[in-house]
């Protein structure tokens, strides 16, 4: 088959989708509409504008919330539309749909059918997949195309956990910002191209687990571990990929029991003695547990016990390519390993196996540096830590696919909420251009060359792995800036320019009401 997409196609794609986005993100950063507003403002409402945002309800704003979220939801409709899928993922998600809605939860991993993904997310294909049979939807239609309401139903609960997590960002950044700027960020992660394309396009569901994983980080920064653990067992549930951030959260929660307010900010202080924070940190381990072997008793069978199912869809899975790079441009994609084998030698003696596991240890021990130190500065340390460590993992750890570094992208932009440091947001900005193009190169080789190996632009691969590396050791920079040094960018420009600007406005309405 002609490749109807060559590489320029790609390269112009990545240009143009981010064109817009970086600009907004740009705009944003450089002219917060905070500021912008000062020009048009009022003496008392200047003097708002120093005062902490009192968190309500936004009725007034309400519509346009959901008129920015709809807007989203009907562009990954359209591109769902225009784009099935591809072509070995979408096979697998629609006909897991079908099969686990026709044949029962507990035939679905008999009879040797293929399978490689947890019990959470084919409960919830096969939900889908009930829905889609009940208005008489099949994953075919009567021309051997795929059913486009069967597709989009099958994608889904990607595009619900897109939405989810851009309300996340604005309910977030509301507690800390005016109305305008939180729907500035709100957007920035709703149009996200590369957040967009992975869900409705590609037809993956990186998305999922990342909102929920996120949405425990946040748990567990307002003081409430046992939710968090709760929530986070859900995301492992839905999909393995969310164990990579566990050794973190395990640090943390060790650390918790030593320190009542590990988790807490400065007005949220715990009573709680040791035996409460150990009997807690109990309770969330065992509520994350319980959700995952809950989520595999339905499939139980004689033939294929539950604890087998685990073992197999969350330690198997998580090791059945045995390459060093399934699509990765990291490290070693610039070094042309793209889909190289572990076993085979990368230099001397060394297997690209064991370089992998090196870069595996390195990017979790590098993390938890960062973590630890970066805590005792600011309790957003433990949001950044895991951005990076999905970062460190993409590029020099082993077993990666195009999409691991992608919940990245929200967890940043949350960080930077937090951390009010501007480097965040534009590094989410610029790193989502060589992830997209990533996807893309990845979606459209396999999708009409056929073969994972046949790739016929390897320089393509080598360039965008290097820029993958180049903003990995930015990133790297930024984050042992914030977290080691204590530096944040956002707070020294706001002391040395934006609060200036405020303080000169309200004191010149000051001086202007006792002349008079």
Known sequence: MTNPFPTSGIISAAVFSFLAYFSAVVFYSRFPLEYAYLSIASKSQKKALLKPVNLVKDKDNFYLVAAVLLAAFALRVVLSNWIVGNKTDINCFTAWANRAATKGLNNFYSGGSFSDYPPGYITVLAAMGKIANLFGHTVKNASGAY?????????????????????????????????EPSLVLMALVAFNPVIMYNSAGYGQVDQIFTVLLALSIILLMTNKPIWAGTVYGLSIVLKPQALMAGPILAIAYFMYIFDPNFFSTANMKSNDDVKKRIIKTAIAVLSAVMLIVVSALPYHTA????????????????????????????????????????????????????????????????????????????????????????????????????????????????????YSDRRLLMIAALYSIPIFMNCMASFYYCEYIGTNTAYWDLKLIKWVSIINVVMFAIFTYVCVDIMIRGRTIGDIFRKNSEDLVLSNAVSSGEQEKGAK
């Not at 059913?147 to 956990?161: G, H």
């Not at 490290?331 to 001397?348: P, Q, T, V």
């Open 147 to 179: 059913d486009s309401v069967y597709v989009f139903l099958v994608k889904l609960p990607s595009f619900i956990a897109d939405l989810a997590s851009a309300y996340l960002v604005y309910h977030l950044a509301r507690k800390k910002l005016r109305f």
């Open 303 to 418: 033939e294929y016990p539950f604890y087998q199912i685990i073992l197999d869809k969350y330690l198997g899975t998580a090791t059945s390519y045995k390459y060093v790079s399934i699509n990765a441009y990291n490290l070693y994609g610039m070094i042309g390993a793209n889909w190289a084998s572990l076993d085979k030698i990368a230099f001397g003696s060394i297997t690209y196996g064991t370089l992998g596991t090196i870069g595996m240890v390195i990017s979790f021990a590098i993390t938890v540096v960062l973590y630890v130190f970066g805590r005792k500065k600011h309790r957003g340390a433990l949001m950044l830590s895991i951005a990076y460590l999905f970062s460190a993992l993409f590029t020099i750890g082993h077993y990666m696919h195009e999409r691991y570094i992608i919940p990245t992208i929200l967890l940043l932009i949350l960080a930077y909420v937090i």
